[in-house]
């Protein structure tokens, strides 16, 4: 039964997820380099699809995106709670040092969905 529920569990990357949304809040300049090409389907996780359509929308209207301003939106929208509040955003800048590896990880998201199709 294990094996089961193993090879249905489709090709994810919960911790290059995690890693990417934290660089978009650290790094204004992150969101540029993986907006053209990657897309909030491109996300295993629910909640990870919510946060990375905030940061993009935040993006096209030319707004900061930070801990505030992903926050704000999220609570308008009302799914601040859903996602696990401002505690999982702040773990999720908390999870990366520096957000030089924004592109990497984006490039990981993409190839674990085009696998899972």
Not at 14 to 43: R, Y
Not at 98 to 105: G, K
Request: glycine letters at 8%; aromatic letters at 6%.
């Amino acid at each position: 039964m294990p094996q089961e529920i193993l090879e249905k569990l489709p090709p994810q990357s919960i911790d290059a997820e995690q890693s990417l949304l934290g660089c978009l809040m650290i790094d204004k300049n992150a969101i540029l380099k993986v907006a053209d090409f990657l897309q909030p389907a491109d996300f295993y996780k629910g909640i990870h699809q919510e946060i990375y359509k905030v940061c993009r929308g935040l993006f096209e209207k030319g707004e900061p995106i930070d801990l505030l301003s992903v926050s704000n939106r999220l609570g308008d929208s009302g799914v601040l709670e859903t996602i696990g509040g401002n505690t999982y955003l702040t773990d999720l800048i908390n999870t990366v040092p520096t957000a030089s590896h924004v592109l990497t990880y984006a490039r990981i998201i993409q190839r674990k969905r085009i696998l899972g199709t």
